[in-house]
Each structure stands twice: as structure tokens, then as C-alpha cells.
């Protein structure tokens, strides 16, 4: 009993802390009451028309995708499908970075074609680079529900005669409509929350506006700002766990064969997108590295990123343990993770301009390492609770009642039973929060000591230097490093089948 009191003890801290930074906006704004009523028209419709284009545009790509890689004969799946979930693992700023500078008058590409390629800023580049970034998270749900799709009825659907136009609107669509919804409400989530590409594309959203009114010292309208998008950001959170993912129990499935002409139109899709999303960037990036050379980045830079991410996902990981052990039992422990996972949904710029407040208050903590670890620690512990409760949720307790039986003392049962069979969820949950730390950008950028620079921030630095081709260095670092550290965390969840 003693371990499962300090388990809800250290549960409840957290629940507390995760509440810390809504208070304190909440104390800013009473500065400024009537503030907080005030919508900025401007900022409020751009934000909204950023989510919905960019949810609307993950859609049309990530659907056909998922279709594609899903229900027909295409050769090479796997490899196309690894190379597809690739935007995953890189910051939507790096791709903003790369597109700000290579298009437009005077871009990188305007140098080397004979035409002039349009410039990719404002809120109309903004949607178009996040949903580069983000339609994964549509691909992913859709192909999971087309795992549950009858192939009987695509076949009697074309033995009637049907095409495959009137197949896809009439018989896959509306069984995989749910799934769609679900992808693109976390596509609006990433969206709303996301700060370096609106602000390095010009678009006038929340995150952005955020960042300018903390940097005027505005700090009644940065908080202002801030509730109403923690607001809207609460309701996106509330339909997106009544979304549900349904899947009917198939037949055997075959793959419908697309025909030669189908499938290079296929293969044309899905071999634009990897190079629209991923293959370009790098390349922008390689290019600044052969004409800049390996220069602007001090080794320290990369040892900080490295170190603190490190710090924080071994903090992370073992603050996670206790937290999942909790949140799994009865009502009062489910109720605290709902709190804790409030952390998640706030942007780091929003967490940001919370702590700066009460480090104002409390000077000795004011821009300390304590602050900027706290602010990683309430982002990004759902991450890791989530991979350890997934594990708990599907442990066989018949082992732990045995134990019990033999009279196992409650220690005992958690450290020679529970804590092996967690091992690797532990680990998964700690690499989440390590690839997800590595390249926060507005957290660190707020909160991070003085004379502390990140890679991430070292490229905020650069942008607002307008030298663009001095990013190369940490762009491919940070992506080499998220990069390896998915690939990790998917092995680890295949070994652990």
C-alpha cells in the first residue's frame, strides 16, 4: 500500500504542476479583465482558416495514400509506406525554413530555373507546408480502418459494374469516414499549436501573435491570447476523444490489382510527395552545406541539445512509471491522467509565456535549467505515460495474482514483475520524449537560460538573421536525430510483438 500511496502522491504533483501554467494565465489576464472577451478578428480567423485548410489538404493527401498503400497490389509498400511517415519525424519549421528561402523572387530555385517559382508564405503557405507535415496522422488512421474493409465488397461493387471513382465515393469512403475525422482533428491539433511555421511563413495565427505581445512585454494580451487558445484548443481535444476508429471484421483480404497504367500514376503520387516533403528539403539543406560549409554551429550547441534532451527524457521516463501506474486504476486515478494530459495540448509558446510569469515572481528561478525541464516534463510526459499504459492495460494480471498468492509483498510484485514487462515501454516512451525535446523551438526559445543555445534556437537565430544557408548544420542534424530515434521506437514496438 505504501507504493501505490507514493505512486498517487507523485500523480497528483504532477496533476497539480500540469494545472500550474492555465492558473497563472489566469492571473495575467485578471491584470487586463476585460482582455480576455476581446477577440482579435484578424488573428482568430486566420488561426482558423490555417486548421481547417491544413486539415482539409492532409485529407486529399493522405487519404488516396493510404488507399494506395492499402487495398492494391503496389509493389514495394513497406519501403514506400516507411518513406511516406518520414514527415513524421521532422519539425514542420525545418520544412517551412527550406521552402521560405528556396521559393519565391530571388529563392534558391529562382537562381538555378529559368522560371520564377511561387513564393510559399503567409497563411496560404503556412497550410501548405503543415499539411506536408501532417497528413501522416490522417494516413495512418484511414489505413488502419482499411485494414477492416471487406474486399468482397469492392469486388461485387465492380462486378456491377461500377468504377473506381464510384468504388471510393460509394463503398471505401463511407466506411472509413470516421477514421478520416479522427486523423484530421489531430491534424487541427498540430495546426493550432504549432509555432515556428506560421512565424517563419508570415502568418498571422495565435502562436505567432503569442510570441510578438511576449516580446513587447505584453504580457496581459500574450496571456489573453493565450486562455482563448487554450480554449479552442480544449474543444478540439474534447471532439477528438469522442472520435472512434471503427473496424468491421473482414473477409480475407486481397489486394485489387491496379493494372500497369494505375500503377504509375501510383507510384507518380506517392513518389511526389516523398520528394515534396522530405527529399527537398534535405536537398535545400545539403546545398547550403557544399556552398557555406560546416560553419555557425559550435560544438557546445549540439552538446546542449544533446544533453538537456537526454536529461529530460530520463526525467520523463521515470516520472512516467509512477503516473501510468496510477492513471490505470479506478476513477480518481483516471481523472488525474485526464489533467496531466492537459500539458500536452498546450503550446510550447503558451507554456512558455506561463513559467517566464512565475519565474518573474520567484527570481531564483527565473530562465534557470528548472523551468525550461518543467516545461519539457509537463509537454511531453503524456507521451511517455501513454506508451507505458498501453503496456499496463494489456498485462496479464494473472502473473501478479499468482505472486500475490505465493504472498509477494506489494514491492516485490512491482520490481520483479511489473517493472520487466514495462522495460521496453519505458524505454519507447523515453526516445518519444528525447526525438520530441530535441527539436522544441518555442519552449526553449522562451524559457532557455541566458547564453543557452539549442540547435532548434540557433536556427530561430538565424532566421531572424536572414542567413538561411548557416541552418544546414543543425537542420540535418536534428533531422538525422529524429530520424533514427523513429526507427528505434518502431523496432522496438516490432521486437516487442
Known amino acids: 500500500m505504501k507504493l501505490r500511496a507514493t505512486f498517487f502522491s507523485v500523480s497528483t504533483a504532477v496533476a497539480a504542476l500540469s494545472l500550474l501554467p492555465v492558473i497563472t494565465l489566469l492571473v495575467i489576464a485578471s491584470e487586463q479583465a476585460e482582455g480576455i472577451y476581446l477577440v482579435r478578428h484578424e488573428i482568430f480567423i486566420n488561426t482558423m482558416i490555417v486548421v481547417l485548410g491544413t486539415a482539409f489538404l492532409s485529407i486529399l493527401i493522405g487519404v488516396p495514400l493510404a488507399i494506395i498503400t492499402s487495398i492494391f497490389d503496389l509493389p514495394f509498400k513497406k519501403i514506400l509506406l516507411s518513406f511516406l511517415l518520414m514527415p513524421l519525424a521532422v519539425p514542420s519549421y525545418m520544412g517551412a525554413f527550406a521552402f521560405y528561402d528556396a521559393f519565391g523572387p530571388g529563392g534558391e530555385l529562382d537562381r538555378l530555373l529559368p522560371i520564377t517559382p511561387p513564393s510559399v508564405e503567409g497563411v496560404s503557405g503556412t497550410i501548405f507546408v503543415l499539411a506536408l507535415y501532417t497528413y501522416p496522422f490522417v494516413l495512418l488512421t484511414t489505413r488502419s480502418a482499411l485494414a477492416g474493409l471487406d474486399s468482397n465488397q469492392i469486388f461485387a461493387a465492380?462486378?456491377?459494374?461500377?468504377?473506381?471513382?464510384?468504388?471510393?465515393?460509394?463503398?471505401?469512403?463511407?466506411?472509413?469516414?470516421?477514421?478520416?475525422?479522427?486523423?484530421?482533428?489531430?491534424?487541427?491539433?498540430?495546426?493550432?499549436?504549432?509555432?515556428?511555421?506560421?512565424?517563419?511563413?508570415?502568418?498571422?495565427?495565435?502562436?505567432?501573435?503569442?510570441?510578438?505581445?511576449?516580446?513587447?512585454?505584453?504580457?496581459?494580451?500574450?496571456?489573453?491570447?493565450?486562455?482563448?487558445?487554450?480554449?479552442?484548443?480544449?474543444?478540439?481535444?474534447?471532439?477528438?476523444?469522442?472520435?472512434?476508429?471503427?473496424?468491421?471484421?473482414?473477409?480475407?483480404?486481397?489486394?485489387?490489382?491496379?493494372?500497369?497504367?494505375g500503377k504509375y500514376l501510383a507510384f507518380l503520387l506517392v513518389g511526389t510527395i516523398i520528394f515534396v516533403s522530405t527529399a527537398l528539403p534535405v536537398i535545400v539543406f545539403l546545398f547550403w552545406l557544399s556552398r557555406e560549409g560546416v560553419v555557425g554551429v559550435e560544438l557546445l550547441t549540439v552538446m546542449n541539445s544533446l544533453l538537456v534532451s537526454f536529461v529530460s527524457a530520463i526525467l520523463i521516463a521515470l516520472i512516467a512509471i509512477p503516473v501510468s501506474m496510477t492513471v490505470t486504476k479506478g476513477r480518481v486515478g483516471k481523472a488525474l491522467g485526464k489533467v496531466i494530459y492537459l500539458g500536452f495540448g498546450i503550446p510550447g509558446i503558451v507554456m512558455g509565456t506561463a513559467f517566464i510569469y512565475v519565474g518573474l515572481q520567484f527570481p531564483p528561478i527565473y530562465q534557470t535549467f528548472f523551468l525550461l525541464l518543467l516545461a519539457y516534463l509537463l509537454r511531453f510526459l503524456p507521451l511517455s505515460v501513454s506508451s507505458i499504459r498501453s503496456k499496463l492495460e494489456g498485462q496479464d494480471e494473472s502473473l501478479i495474482n499468482a505472486a500475490k498468492c505465493l504472498g509477494a509483498r506489494e514491492y516485490e510484485i512491482f520490481s520483479r514483475i511489473t517493472l520487466p514487462l514495462l522495460k521496453k515501454a519505458i524505454i519507447g516512451g523515453g526516445v518519444l520524449a528525447f526525438l520530441e525535446t530535441i527539436r522544441e523551438l518555442p519552449a526553449t526559445l522562451v524559457l532557455g537560460p541566458i547564453g543557452f543555445e539549442t540547435l532548434a534556437t540557433y536556427m530561430w537565430r538565424v532566421y531572424e538573421g536572414g542567413y538561411f544557408a548557416l541552418a544546414a548544420v543543425p537542420a540535418l542534424l536534428i533531422m538525422g536525430v529524429s530520424v533514427l530515434s523513429l526507427v528505434a521506437t518502431l523496432a522496438m514496438e516490432e521486437n516487442s510483438r
Open 158 to 261: 465492380r462486378t456491377l459494374g461500377a468504377g473506381f471513382f464510384e468504388i471510393f465515393l460509394k463503398v471505401i469512403i463511407p466506411r472509413v469516414t470516421n477514421a478520416i475525422a479522427g486523423g484530421a482533428l489531430l491534424v487541427g491539433l498540430y495546426a493550432i499549436s504549432d509555432f515556428g511555421t506560421p512565424a517563419i511563413l508570415g502568418a498571422n495565427t495565435y502562436t505567432r501573435s503569442i510570441f510578438v505581445e511576449y516580446n513587447a512585454l505584453g504580457f496581459s494580451q500574450a496571456a489573453n491570447l493565450s486562455l482563448q487558445l487554450v480554449f479552442i484548443i480544449s474543444l478540439f481535444l474534447a471532439l477528438e476523444s469522442r472520435a472512434r476508429i471503427t473496424r468491421a471484421l473482414p473477409s480475407q483480404f486481397v489486394a485489387i490489382s491496379l493494372g500497369r497504367g
